[in-house]
């Protein structure tokens, strides 16, 4: 047992003098050696960089300018504790928006809000306002939310137009991907008159495609021309993974324009239509045709004061079909749904030139358009 300790006492002395002298070698080494040199370190000089070139101070003034009219909407789901059975409001998930004038009134996607029991709206100055829904348009993607802020405290934001876009026009979208606070994507307008489908299977028309970066967040931000304008509403990506993939989609302004003005007044959009009932697709399908076949006919509308038949059974029990609308003011109508997108170019009151076919032949029929009851 003794031998034993002698020989572990004899590595410990062993391994201290080995440190000794390994500390003494390196001490001998010059700290230039190392990579350190003597003294205090330094940083290096700074490289003046001269002035910002145009193009930036443009984009940082367009930023400044827009982003307090984008807002960061956080939408709340109410639910129901289990054991005090008080109801909680739990945040569900995020989007963007902003601010549409000085009453308060938030303009967002419907995809946004469509699942929340309630919102809320943090603004610029990073405070935070219980929203209340004034109305939604699903087949467009659209919907306003309303806050009780002050008015020095809202920016409404610059609209513009989209009908007069062209390709290869810059473009700017802010929003808060991924919950993140006010970032800015740039980007050009890659292609016009694009098509996505809502959540209603509705297709939205004459969309803007952009190459700037739209990721899940962004929903329902502005996308902005190189004036600081509104010209569009980001609403999705064109990606498997969700994440952005080179091509987003934003609903074009001028839809925007006639869309969020209903909202405020209605709840809803007044569709303009000609007050029938129209055979499904697959009646059309079975009977081998194209347009809209008139079912029926409202009493007292304008369809009715403009002659439109109706689909009728005569006493023998054979069905005499009625008229088949097949263009409106000189453009095709293949199906229901057609005749629907055609007529939101026009407004109530206005006359439309009606093509139909009856009894094998073609006539024009004058129509005024009503207010869609809903």
Do not use: C
Not at 13 to 41: D, H, K, S, V, W
Not at 260 to 287: C, E, F, H, N
């Amino acid at each position: 047992m003794s031998q034993l300790r002698s020989q572990k006492s004899y590595i410990f002395l062993l391994l201290i003098a080995l440190a000794f002298l390994l500390g003494r070698y390196l001490g001998q080494i010059p700290t230039g050696r190392l990579g350190i040199q003597g003294g205090e370190a330094s940083p290096r000089a700074v490289t003046p960089r001269g002035d910002l070139d145009q193009d930036e101070k443009a984009t940082i003034a367009l930023f400044r300018s827009a982003s307090p009219s984008v807002v960061h909407i956080t939408s709340v789901a109410r639910v129901t504790d289990i054991f005090t059975l008080n109801v909680l409001e739990i945040p569900q998930g995020t989007g963007s928006g902003f601010v549409w004038d000085k009453q308060g009134h938030i303009v967002t996607n419907f995809h946004v809000i469509s699942d929340a029991g309630a919102a809320q709206v943090t603004l610029f100055d990073s405070s935070t306002w219980p929203a209340r829904l004034v109305g939604v348009a699903p087949d467009k993607d659209l919907a306003v939310l309303k806050i009780e802020a002050p008015q020095d405290v809202l920016q409404p934001i610059p609209v513009g137009t989209s009908h007069d876009l062209q390709v290869g026009q810059k473009v700017f979208a802010i929003g808060n991907p991924f919950g993140l606070d006010q970032s800015l994507t740039t980007g050009v307008i890659s292609a016009l008159g694009r098509e996505i489908t809502s959540m209603t299977n509705r297709q939205i028309k004459d969309v803007i495609q952009t190459d700037a970066a739209i990721n899940p967040g962004n929903s329902g931000g502005p996308l902005l021309d190189s004036a600081g304008r509104l010209i569009g509403v980001n609403t999705s990506i064109l990606s498997p993974s969700g994440a952005f993939a080179g091509i987003g989609f934003a609903i074009p302004v001028d839809t925007v324009n006639w869309v969020v003005p209903q909202l405020i007044q209605y709840g809803r959009i007044i569709r303009p239509t000609i007050a029938i009932t129209a055979a499904s697709d697959r009646v059309m399908q079975a009977l081998g045709l194209e347009g809209v076949l008139v079912l029926d006919v409202r009493p007292g509308s304008s369809a009715e004061q403009a002659g439109l038949q109706p689909t009728r059974r005569t006493r023998g029990g054979r069905i005499v079909l009625g008229d088949r609308i097949v263009a409106v003011n000189g453009e095709a109508v293949r199906s229901p749904r057609e005749l629907l997108d055609l007529l939101e170019k026009y407004r109530v009151g206005q006359t439309v030139e009606l093509t139909i076919v009856r009894g094998g032949e073609q006539l024009k029929v004058p129509i005024q358009l009503e207010a869609d009851r809903g």
